[in-house]
């Protein structure tokens, strides 16, 4: 450890008590406040990629201390509000960021928005160095008539209301109707079609919300369609084997080619529920019922592609057709916000231009996740363009180009947050909801029955 000494603070391993061998550098005779030894890192936001970049900070440098800032009173951002309550194993990653916020180096601030309750120039000034992490929480716009009838949501808050994110919890969608369409062919929209689909009986020992599930319970929804404006050659989701897309093809080739089995066929006979892909079809328009109060079906241009390889696109070839339905979900992609004046923002892209993590032209300060590269990808990808950020942090940190000199971290936020009658919500705080929920899940034998209301999180914790 002595050989890594960081020229910023010039810290040594050496203990105080021995005098640094003859010929060290004048730096290691100074006698340095802890505060002055110690790097104050602060990451907004506290899903995969806040903790993955915390994670990477803690373990690279022995002395770095990270605050992690949440809006909402509890952390882990999509791995609670995004994974679908039927795969339990992708949230598993959970264990990992806990032991991460159990490092005594390491705090984690909820129910504090970046933007609102405290700035980023105020955050600049109170730590060395802070990443932006704070992920996609908007969705792409259709553009398209009719995408303001009741009837038509995006998958993203339709995700949102059934894994409990607060902003969503009223959504009521109305799922009185036969047919749904979802406008995307992602991971997201196959979550809400497999979501919409599945008999709620196979939900209910999921963490899905208690309200969802009763919504799901009466549900009428039967055939789902999930509409894409190119072809099964570039269909957006993900399979979770080496070699996915050329596995993916075959895999569609087969169904869509392969006569089903005299068993196969009757069960398909007998199904009372059923989806299907639909290539080559732009949105247009959503049609109003008669009465023009709710949406009634999708028109849809029939295109064909044109190029070859990345450079592939979709263009009309002036057919049209409508699709009659009763529920529109809009699955087209997630998109960033702009979290701060002070910070610069490609709003056309959604991101925070940057270059390998370090924003452009604002010296010191960082992002990563899908503020970085956009709304792509899986945890794991997130995970390795975490670390890439952190090594380049620690780079610049090792390299002297962050601010010099002992800063407050937390203990200058605090003041600001208590002036303005924040109160955050530690990790302490979070496990005591954490076992609330369990409680109320053990009931009815689900892993957890989450908490939606931000005011009951606080209440419940005596705030």
């Not at 008590?17 to 506290?46: D, M, N, Y």
């Not at 159990?102 to 000034?125: I, Q, Y």
């Not at 002070?342 to 390998?356: A, C, Q, R, W």
Request: charged share 20%.
């Amino acid at each position: 450890m002595a050989s890594r000494c960081w020229r910023w603070w010039g810290w040594s391993a050496w203990p105080r008590t021995r005098p640094p061998p003859a010929g060290s550098t004048p730096s290691f005779r100074h006698h340095l406040s802890t505060q002055e030894k110690t790097p104050q890192i602060c990451v907004v936001g506290s899903g995969p990629a806040g903790f993955y970049t915390a994670q990477h900070l803690l373990k690279q440098h022995p002395q770095a201390h990270v605050d992690i800032y949440e809006k909402q009173p509890v952390p882990f951002g999509l791995v609670r509000f995004g994974v679908a309550p039927d795969h339990p194993e992708v949230k598993n990653v959970i264990n990992t960021f806990t032991q991460t916020a159990h490092s005594g180096r390491c705090a984690f601030w909820g129910n504090v928005e970046v933007g609102r309750d405290v700035t980023v120039p105020e955050l600049r000034e109170a730590y060395h160095a802070v990443v932006l992490s704070y992920g996609a929480e908007d969705h792409r716009a259709l553009e398209i008539p009719g995408e303001e009838l009741p009837g038509v949501c995006s998958a993203r808050a339709f995700v949102g209301w059934y894994n409990g994110l607060p902003e969503n919890r009223e959504l009521e969608p109305d799922l009185s109707c036969d047919t749904a369409v979802i406008l995307g062919q992602g991971n997201v929209a196959l979550d809400v079609a497999r979501i919409l689909l599945t008999p709620p009986e196979h939900l209910e020992r999921t963490d899905i919300t208690k309200a969802a599930l009763g919504v799901l319970r009466q549900s009428r929804v039967k055939t789902v369609w999930l509409v894409g404006r190119r072809g099964p050659l570039q269909v957006a989701f993900t399979i979770k084997v080496p070699r996915p897309r050329k596995r993916l093809t075959e895999l569609l080739l087969r169904t869509a080619t392969e006569k089903p089995g005299p068993e196969e066929a009757a069960r398909w006979a007998s199904a009372s529920r059923a989806w299907g892909l639909r290539f080559f079809r732009s949105p247009q328009q959503v049609l109003p019922s008669p009465d023009g109060r709710r949406a009634a079906g999708v028109r849809l241009a029939v295109t064909r592609l044109e190029g070859v390889g990345e450079a592939t696109r979709a263009v009309p070839t002036g057919d049209m057709e409508d699709l009659p339905c009763g529920l529109v979900l809009s699955s087209v992609g997630y998109k960033s916000r702009p979290v701060d004046p002070s910070v610069p923002f490609d709003s056309k892209l959604g991101v925070i231009p940057n270059v390998e993590g370090r924003v452009m032209d604002v010296p010191g300060l960082y992002c990563s996740g899908w503020v970085k590269r956009g709304p792509t990808g899986v945890i794991a990808t997130t995970m390795t363009d975490s670390f890439l950020t952190g090594q380049m942090l620690l780079q610049d940190l090792k390299a002297g180009l962050l601010p010099s000199g002992p800063r407050p971290g937390y203990a200058a936020i605090q003041a600001l947050l208590s002036s303005r009658g924040v109160r955050p919500v530690s990790f302490s705080d979070w496990e005591k909801l954490d076992a609330e929920e369990v409680a109320r899940g053990q009931g009815t034998g689900k892993p957890r029955e989450k908490l939606v209301d931000p005011q009951e999180m606080l209440r419940l914790l005596g705030h």
